[in-house]
């Protein structure tokens, strides 16, 4: 609590969680940590090794041996494999095909969630990701569940992808991507992406992104407040 309070957020893919969190860290000197990227550095890894997504024990072992780290980057924080940087190479089409499977590795979640408490442990903390809420902090007295309808979602992700110049699908066969995903990580069984019964859920449709930090803000105010 001296050092801040846990902050996580949690939802589908593109809601805006990662945007949303990294601004509110910042507006509360937290750490940030994107759970996500971290999945995804794991496909990266067993890819670039020619590990198929489905060799749960390879991609097991993989998960234990490589390391990844985080560097503070403006506007993007920088993702590191092995002391590598992977900050744009994780965001390729074919991790996004393929992560959701490589996440529904029971021993690469114990890793990573192990992973994920030690970063959390350090103090005030703004973590986003599928799972946060219910497995990772669960004792989080700060919980958000973002949602948005599926086309907005592939709407938004079709002008990042544009904006940073990343090769983009179709709006369309990216909507379709974004619900299979979805469905995938919602219906696995080791901590399926859920709403944490506590948790608050924000419907981010027809909010801007200065109005969501605003509505969380609030929240983590109002705890502040209370556990004080
Ligand atoms: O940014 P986007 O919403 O597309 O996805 P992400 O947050 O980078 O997460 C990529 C994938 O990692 C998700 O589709 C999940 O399969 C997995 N993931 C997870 O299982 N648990 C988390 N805490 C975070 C991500
Ligand atoms: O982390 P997650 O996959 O949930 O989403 P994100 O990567 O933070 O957001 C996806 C895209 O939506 C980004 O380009 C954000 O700038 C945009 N966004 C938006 O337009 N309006 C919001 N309220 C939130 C995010």
């Known amino acids: 609590m001296k050092n801040g309070i846990q902050v996580a957020i949690d939802g589908p893919a593109s809601a805006g969680k990662s945007t949303v969190a990294k601004l509110v860290a910042k507006r509360f000197k937290y750490v ?7 999945y995804r550095v794991v496909t990266l890894a067993a890819l670039e090794k020619g590990i198929a997504p489905d060799d749960t024990d390879q991609i097991s072992r993989l998960a234990q041996q490589i390391s990844i780290s985080f560097a503070p980057g403006d506007p993007e924080q920088q993702v590191f494999l092995d002391g590598r940087e992977v ?7 074919e991790i996004d095909q ?6 529904a590795i029971p021993a690469v979640r114990r890793e990573m ?8 442990s350090q103090g005030g903390i703004v973590m986003d990701g599928r799972d946060i809420g219910t497995t990772v902090l669960p004792d989080a007295p ?8 599926a086309y907005e979602r592939a709407r938004r992700r079709y002008v990042e ?3 940073k110049g990343i090769a983009t699908a179709s709006l369309a066969d990216l ?13 696995r069984k080791v901590s399926p992406l859920v709403q944490a019964p506590d948790a608050v859920r924000l419907d981010t449709t027809d909010l801007t992104i200065d109005q ?9 105010k109002k705890t502040l407040n209370e556990l004080r």
């Not at 969501?212 to 983590?220: A, G, K, N, Q």
């Open 32 to 38: 940030y940590c994107d759970t996500g990227a971290m």
């Open 87 to 93: 900050t744009t190479a994780i965001r390729q089409a």
């Open 98 to 103: 393929n992560v959701s499977a490589v996440a």
């Open 113 to 120: 969630t192990n992973q994920q408490r030690t970063i959390a």
């Open 142 to 149: 700060v919980k958000i569940f973002m949602v948005a309808t």
């Open 161 to 163: 992808n544009k904006a």
């Open 175 to 187: 909507q379709k991507e974004i619900e299979l995903r979805d469905q995938k990580d919602s219906s």
């Open 212 to 220: 969501v930090v605003d509505r969380i803000s609030v929240i983590i």
